[in-house]
């Protein structure tokens, strides 16, 4: 069976600006998502683009201005508490988790 490599995703023009693009592979971001059965995605992590032009090209192509000095190697995350919480306690809705679940007919907390 061949090794997979479940730290590389395809890159998506969806795909956030900042998300470092693999040296051996400019078509895979160095990105992972963690996904549990009957939730869906409940973290998402990336590591970040370092190089400043690489940055700038980015910001023009999405229209932003930011980090005008650059920015050393680092790496983030993104929790769905709510989607976490609906696998920890096995939930059959995500509003069960929400503290204010959007609803139709809610208009207000």
């Not at 229209?63 to 939930?91: D, P, V």
Request: hydrophobic content about 35%.
């Amino acid at each position: 069976m061949p090794s997979q490599d479940l730290t590389k995703f395809k890159h998506r023009r969806c795909n956030e600006f900042y998300m470092k693009k693999c040296s051996d592979d400019p078509q895979l971001t160095e990105s992972v998502d963690l996904l549990m059965p009957g939730v869906g995605e409940i973290l998402g992590a990336s590591m970040r683009k370092d190089n400043y032009d690489e940055l700038i090209k980015a910001f023009i192509e999405k229209k932003n201005r930011t980090q005008k000095f650059g920015s050393c190697a680092h790496g983030g995350y993104g929790l769905g508490l709510e989607r976490f919480l609906m696998w920890i306690l096995n939930l059959d809705h995500i509003c069960d988790a929400c503290l204010y679940p959007r609803i139709l007919d809610r208009y207000r907390p």
